[in-house]
């Protein structure tokens, strides 16, 4: 969830929906940075502020994972400066891993970015989120994974995210995770449950994404219900919206939220 960009209400409400603790990914923040200071003021921002705010507003536990965004990654000498200080972040005490980070047009910039930041995580052991394009989504999730491959990178320490019907088949070729980003858009929770339905639920798992556009934080929650009033077992859902992305996130050793 990229909570920097809700209200307070929005950590009320999710916890009264269940929501215990969240892992916030650095993204974009609605327009292209234009100072690699914005990129380390917005990181301060969302390790410790939102961190604190998380807690005070609603008793959450929240946690970052750092990275440039592909979209930026097109800014050559800007996202130099970024991934050269990206490092010190990743020690930070409740930064989780590296994310997001994958292609956005598809360019040598961004692919550059990403296997580098992909090796950062590497030489930590930190988890990864990758993000899918927009557009062309099936071509640029068959070259992320090729990226992945050539990178000879931990394929079980990465979430493939923001799946569809049309990339399913593609990531599942690899050892990574598999996410679903419920988000007006990219894929509702129906077609989410009918893929889950077709595929199972191992190494599957289910996000918002909760940005300024029209989105909903308590997507997950909602989806939850929509699985339980469709007849699921109450322990495969709870595989899908909780144990799955617990046991992917607790490979990071800064992850610490208890059961």
């Not at 910039?109 to 296997?115: G, H, L, Q, S, V």
């Not at 394929?155 to 995210?161: C, P, Q, S, T």
Request: hydrophobic fraction near 35%.
């Amino acid at each position: 969830m990229h909570m920097v960009s809700r209200s307070t209400d929005d950590y009320e409400q999710a916890r009264r929906s269940g929501i215990e603790c969240c892992i916030e990914p650095a993204f974009w923040s609605g327009t292209d940075k234009q100072h690699a200071e914005s990129f380390f003021d917005y990181f301060e921002q969302i390790i410790d502020f939102e961190t604190e705010r998380a807690q005070r507003a609603a008793g959450v536990d929240h946690y970052v994972t750092i990275a440039l965004e592909p979209k930026e990654a097109n800014y050559p000498e800007m996202a130099e400066r970024v991934m050269d200080r990206i490092p010190e972040y990743l020690d930070r005490d409740n930064v989780v891993g590296v994310g997001e980070i994958g292609l956005d047009q598809g360019t040598e910039a961004e692919e550059a970015a990403f296997r580098r930041q992909l090796q950062m995580a590497e030489e930590r052991e930190l988890p990864v989120i990758v993000h899918t394009p927009h557009t062309d989504k099936p071509a640029g999730t068959e070259r992320l994974v090729e990226l992945i491959q050539d990178e000879d990178v931990t394929e079980e320490r990465i979430v493939i995210d923001h799946n569809t019907e049309n990339t399913i088949d593609i990531s599942l070729q690899t050892d990574c995770w598999v996410g679903f980003t419920l988000y007006p858009g990219k894929i509702d929770a129906e077609t989410t449950i009918d893929l889950l339905e077709a595929y199972g639920t191992e190494k599957m798992l289910l996000n918002s994404a909760a940005d300024w556009d029209p989105s909903d934080p308590l997507a997950v929650p909602k989806a939850r219900d929509k699985m339980l009033d469709r007849g699921w077992d109450r322990e495969e859902v709870r595989q899908v919206v909780f144990d799955n992305p617990y046991e992917f996130f607790s490979q990071s050793p800064n992850f610490e939220y208890e059961l």
